[in-house]
């Protein structure tokens, strides 16, 4: 399968190319400044010439906080961008796989899991223009899949759960916010998912995310330091509303699918397994 990686400088936009790599396909991985999914006529030009059978689409604006201060860069990246890619996947016969998030839901569900019978209501920029993300590419290519996921981890991430064991392992003392919950992903078995929805070619709306009754960041960080064998003391508990900071997030953003049971997707590793396997390549890649 020929497939075009966006966002390839990213931490799942890697994942993607080098999974995508390993089973075969033909890969063409670019990161932003080899394509800005904002610029129909680039993506018109790259898609004509590449002719890939599929796009996975990884790029995106995550700085949730800077998404509420500069809300026309976070529509135009996060909801006309993926537009963008899916207007031109149209016109070339390609299917769409593109992501998006769990801030699409406020969070106020008390228990359990959202799936797909749940009403996104998105409290900040970033999850309103995710949104609007995903429906503008739905309306504008029927061959679009559209991925929810939250709390990912990997190597090359820059996102709190990415860096805590190597923050603890500078001696850092960390905090982590002990009343918000959400369901952690690992990078690698995301983009195993995110190809193997792409062979499918089932258009519809997933939430992928690792097996598991879900987190909270202090959960989490607890949980990676055991397995990585650091000092857990360093972290401290805090709640969320101690931070003030300028977007809303969800409380409860763990996420559960409908569809991948109902096509006969297997559940994803348990995140406390994933969370070894992700220290085990932390370590690789440090060692080399």
């Known amino acids: ?12 936009g890697k994942a993607v190319a080098t999974c995508c790599a390993a089973l075969g396909d033909d890969v063409l991985a670019l990161d932003r400044q080899a394509l800005d999914i904002t610029n129909d006529q680039q ?22 906080d800077g998404c509420e201060i500069d809300s026309q860069r976070a529509y135009e990246v996060n909801a006309h961008g993926p537009e ?12 769409l796989v593109t992501i998006s998030t769990d801030y699409v839901f406020d969070g106020n569900k008390k ?19 995710k949104l609007d993300g995903e429906r503008r590419a739905q309306r ?9 996921s939250g709390l990912i981890f990997g190597v090359g991430g820059r996102n709190f759960l990415s860096k805590v064991i190597e923050r603890s392992r500078r001696g850092e003392t960390l905090t982590a916010i002990a009343d918000a919950f959400g369901t952690p992903t690992y990078a690698k078995d995301l983009a195993r998912r ?40 360093r972290v ?9 900071r300028p977007a809303l997030r969800p409380r409860n953003a763990r996420l559960r699918c ?31």
């Open 194 to 233: 995110l190809r193997h929805l792409a062979e499918l070619d089932l258009p519809g709306v997933y939430h992928i995310v690792n097996r598991g009754e879900g987190a909270s960041y202090q959960e989490f960080a607890l949980t990676a330091l055991a397995a990585a064998q650091c000092d857990a003391t």
């Open 43 to 64: 993506v018109r030009q790259r898609l004509e010439r590449e002719r890939p059978q599929t796009v996975i689409n990884c790029a995106a604006w995550t700085d949730v």
């Open 84 to 95: 963008v890619l899916a207007e031109n996947c149209r016109r070339i016969g390609a299917s």
């Open 111 to 129: 228990a359990g899991f959202y799936d797909q019978r749940d009403d996104p209501n998105p409290t900040s920029v970033y999850g309103e223009a």
């Open 258 to 288: 409908l569809l991948s049971e109902a096509i006969g997707l297997e559940p994803l590793p348990f995140w406390q397994d994933s969370l070894k396997d992700f220290v085990a390549e932390l370590d690789a890649h440090g060692s080399q």
């Open 140 to 148: 504008a290519c029927a061959r679009t899949v559209v991925v929810r």
């Open 236 to 244: 401290t508990p805090i709640s969320m509303d101690d931070l003030n």
């Open 1 to 12: 399968m020929k497939v075009l990686v966006a966002g390839a400088g990213g931490m799942v």
